[in-house]
């Protein structure tokens, strides 16, 4: 029987070569969890590259060659599969984002990615690369901006996030950028299409300190959870890791202040920094 044929890089790699491996082991006998055991992975994690939502690298696709003996064809084509504009700290969660059909966003410093406006985002991240060029930086900002765009989608993915208040309160030299970035979540909320709440200072200590916490849900795939820090991103399937983090969240859910009271301090924060700009 010939083997499978090389992937168009120009299709979608990740949904194909996903494809091509649940044929592969398939033909070959192996459940998700047999051929996770012989590549010592996790069978949530065999679930995720078959449905697309984790990119395979260069060193699981020759081990899966030589378990399934597809003649070096996940090799050749993982490189397809792995070409991403986002670092690599971040690209394999933001392609499983694009993905979900929930997410749910602890953020502590910055306002969530998604969430950005186009000035936000660039002081954001001339913060983040201060001797950078004026290429690479709006070329980071068109990115993110195209990012931004999942939620132009009416209804999917649903998407809650809580914004911790020192967000609300870390202005840069011009007050207004902060303020419309605020009004822009504002106008999200109030149209229905995201959900916010804001973790008060007065919450004191909460089981969100050690940094920021991004959760996804999919239609056919387990879900993952998401940790990073200053240039460092963990991706988790396992289901014990991904539940005490969905715990994490839970309890930063339920120190926050309400959607109803979040939106109202929201949008008076940001009127004060419109009176800023102005005095």
Known sequence: MPGPKNLDPASSPRALLGAELRVARERAGLTQAELAERLYVSGSFIGQLEAGTRRMLPDVARQIDEVLRTDGFFARNCAAAATSKYPDHFA???EAEALAKTIREYAPLIIPGLLQTEA?????FRAYQPTATEETIE????????????????TTPVFWCVLDEAILRRSGDDPAILADALLHIARLIRSHRIMVQVLPFSAG???????????????????????QGSGTGQLFDDPATVAQRTLTYDLLMANALS???SLALIESVAEEYQHDQYA
Request: aromatic share 8%; glycine share 4%.
């Open 205 to 227: 200590f909460h089981a969100g300190l050690l940094g920021s916490l991004k959760l996804m849900a999919f239609e056919d795939a387990p879900p993952l959870a998401y940790i």
């Open 259 to 261: 959607p109803r009271k």
């Open 139 to 154: 070329e980071l900002v068109r990115n993110r901006l195209e990012r931004a765009a999942l939620l132009s989608d009416p």
């Open 120 to 124: 936000y985002a660039r002081e954001v």
């Open 92 to 94: 394999a969660a933001a």
